[in-house]
């Protein structure tokens, strides 16, 4: 190669490097082993972290990359919807890191990310774990709710959220985390993430998963998918029964998918029966 050439191929590079970087705003990642490529994306206001352990189960054999979302437990809040820029950064990111077909798994919002992501990208999605997340929550109590209904409770539920005080915001959010999770330890930490999120981050992100429903646009997905849903935390609103139909009905149109309940674990299932997660999905990989 000449110098000319090699100039003109180090600028290149340059250029692109600085690229990636100014765009690359909408998360951060953390990267972890060697191997074939795993993406874990957390839920609402919550870190990386949450997947402390599950990555210690699946990586070494396999790569990790763990991703917190922006305006998320301390992380920077990005301009405009955060949802829309997670999927097209993270298309990017794929592309540059050349992560051929990454199994991705993504916890409750991280879930909604995920399917949207296979839904849009699905030539880069290997395999979708899937952990209780649904494809249209604002439908969960009413199926036949229509797209008007729905933007009608996201905003209804924004405007409540951001009209919180700061002790009301952090009574909600106990409350609701005590629910999600059993161990009090667990509940302490995933409560200091929510204080340390960006409130208007959160409300925002909160209204825009009410909001969408995928639930026919689910048949797009190519990727085998695993769904580990829980009853356990909404069995005051619901029987066991009625929670796995409503599952059901809502992936009906992916192809293939499996769903599996879980018996004990609350939302957060990860540090709830982690046992359980892990044995579900080394048999969806192998």
Known sequence: MTKTLMHKAALFAATVTVSLSAHAAA????????GAPVILIP?????????HDTVKHLCGPRQCHVL?????AGQPAVDGPLLPQVGRELSDYIAAKQLAKPVIVGHSLGGFVALRFAIDHPDQVGRLVIVDALPALGATQAPDATPE??????ASTRERMLGQDEAGRAQSLRLAVASMAT???DV????????????????????ELLATDLRQDVARIQAPTLVLGTWVAYKAFAPREAIERNFASQYARLPGV????????????????PAWLYDRIDRFLK
């Open 27 to 34: 998360f951060k990642a953390e990267v972890t082993g060697q």
């Open 43 to 51: 839920g609402l206001a919550t870190s990386g972290e949450v997947w």
């Open 68 to 72: 917190t979302l922006a305006g998320f």
């Open 149 to 154: 209904q729905l933007r009608a409770l996201a």
């Open 183 to 185: 161990k009090p330890e």
């Open 188 to 207: 302490e930490r995933i409560v200091g993430w929510g204080k340390r999120s960006d409130r208007t981050t959160v409300a925002n992100a909160v209204a």
């Open 258 to 273: 499996r769903i599996e309940m879980a018996d004990t674990a609350r939302h957060f299932i990860m540090v709830d029966d």
